[in-house]
């Protein structure tokens, strides 16, 4: 099997991320009885757990930066991906390679018929092959801790097959997927709080009070220890450029003077989740020195996120694709960096609340040149147009990415800053247009 038959294999499962269509799973036993016929590849090493609402993809590739820099080997598994299906899975700061995706995937279809044959009605779907898959490339590589990120709220998520996991990090719980998970943050917490194992030390981020109730209650009733980045950490940011930003941290441990290559104050509370969760790794015989936290965070990467890919004009990327990201990224633009007037490239998925984005992004005062990436999820570009012109924004469209781009950047003036944002599907076709990306083989 290639990379692209393997491609093709996990794509002809059913597909949350491309289809929007969930299936729904009463429990986790078909994950677990396909874990357990590979030979349970999830178990043998030091786990890191993230779930949240926003957030947990930057504070995991946070945490793997600071234990690499202490000298770890460590996997590292996000969702989604922004140009290869292999930037999901890394191993010691890189992706895996082709060949070796490839490998771990053709290990899967006798296995996954076994497992479909046992749950009849109840099959796998992509994200379970693609996070068994993770786990398999791991043990391959003998990493000694892995970093594992939920793709869809918790209790249920593939990677909650998870038993033995030492930390459990919770960042900030809002309103999503609200047809799956609930409609209020307290039945969603409930769903992100379902990753908490017994005796684990549990990292939560800052919360509502009634997403923070319903954590304290899962921790007390699986024997937990909690800590409370709000209560336990203090943060004071002296210093900001388009390259990143200098703060002090002081966490129940110790304090440190850091600096974090991630533009946004949300990024500090991040950070903050981050520092805490590696200290509480040294209760299961894991330190890491204030240096390495130092040299971690200032090395991380966390691409397509407030990401600056050009200076005159300035051109930022960022995946903002909810109401409470439009407004975390107004704030940044307004506050960290200078510019003229603001041309904003505005694509979104199809279940988003677009006119919500609008209204948050209002204020820049920008011009909108509507779009819509290639992607099944994707909404019309007349329909994200009418929400931003609905705002007073002057709009126009544009049929692809690339034409946005182009038409962006003969508009603006040097001063001037051009915004790719909506979606990371869209955010990765402009960072693959501009920096000349070759993304993953067509799969029919």
Not at 139 to 150: C, D, H, S, W, Y
Not at 167 to 178: D, R
Not at 188 to 217: F, H, N
Not at 376 to 393: E, H, N, Q, T
Request: aromatic share 4%.
């Amino acid at each position: 099997m290639n990379y692209s038959q393997a491609l093709g294999y996990l794509l002809s499962f059913a597909d949350f991320e491309r289809s929007g269509r969930f299936r729904s799973r009463p429990d986790l036993a078909p994950m677990r009885a396909l874990l357990h016929h590979l030979d349970d590849p999830q178990t043998g090493r030091l786990t890191v757990h993230i779930a949240g609402s926003k957030g947990k993809g930057s504070t995991a590739a946070m945490i793997a930066s600071v234990l690499r820099e202490g000298g770890l080997s460590v996997g590292l598994y996000t969702s989604p991906h922004l140009h290869s299906f292999c930037e999901r899975i890394e191993v010691g700061g890189e992706p895996i390679g082709r060949e070796t995706f490839a490998r771990q995937v053709e290990r899967l279809p006798p296995v996954v018929e076994e497992v479909n044959r046992q749950f009849l009605d109840r099959e796998l779907v992509t994200f379970d092959l693609l996070t068994a898959a993770g786990f398999l490339a791991f043990r391959e590589a003998g990493v000694t801790l892995q970093v594992i990120e939920t793709g869809l709220g918790g209790r249920l998520d593939s990677t909650n097959a998870l038993d033995d996991k030492e930390v459990c990090v919770i960042t900030p719980i809002s309103l999503e997927h609200t047809a799956i998970l609930g409609e209020t943050v307290r039945r969603i917490a409930k769903e992100k709080a379902g990753i908490i194992g017994r005796g684990s030390t549990v990292v939560m981020g800052l919360q509502s009070a009634s997403a923070a109730a319903v954590i304290r209650r899962a921790c007390a009733e699986r024997g937990a220890e909690l800590m409370e980045v709000a209560e336990s950490c203090a943060l004071e940011r002296y210093g900001h450029t388009p390259e990143g930003q200098d703060f002090r941290l002081r966490t129940a441990v110790g304090s440190y003077d850091l600096h974090l290559p991630l533009l946004g104050l949300h990024q500090l509370e991040n950070a903050a989740a981050a520092v805490s969760a590696v200290e509480a790794l040294a209760r299961h015989g894991l330190t890491v020195s204030p240096e390495q936290i130092s040299g971690g965070l200032a090395r991380v990467r966390w691409p397509g996120r407030l990401e600056i890919l050009g200076r005159r004009p300035l051109l930022v990327v960022d995946g903002a694709h909810s109401a409470e990201a439009a407004r975390r990224l107004r704030e940044t633009l307004l506050q960290d960096l200078a510019f003229s007037k603001a041309i904003l490239i505005v694509g979104a998925s199809s279940d988003k609340e677009i006119g919500a984005m609008a209204a948050e992004l209002a204020p820049l005062g920008a011009t909108v040149i509507a779009t819509s990436a290639h992607h099944p999820r994707a909404a019309p570009a007349p329909v994200v147009a009418a929400a931003f012109s609905g705002r007073g924004m002057p709009t126009s469209v544009t049929e692809t990415v690339p034409q946005a781009v182009e038409s962006a950047l003969a508009r603006a003036e040097p001063n001037d800053l051009v915004c790719v944002l909506g979606s990371l599907f869209v955010v990765a076709e402009a960072r693959a247009y501009l920096l000349g990306i070759e993304g993953d083989p067509p799969t029919g």
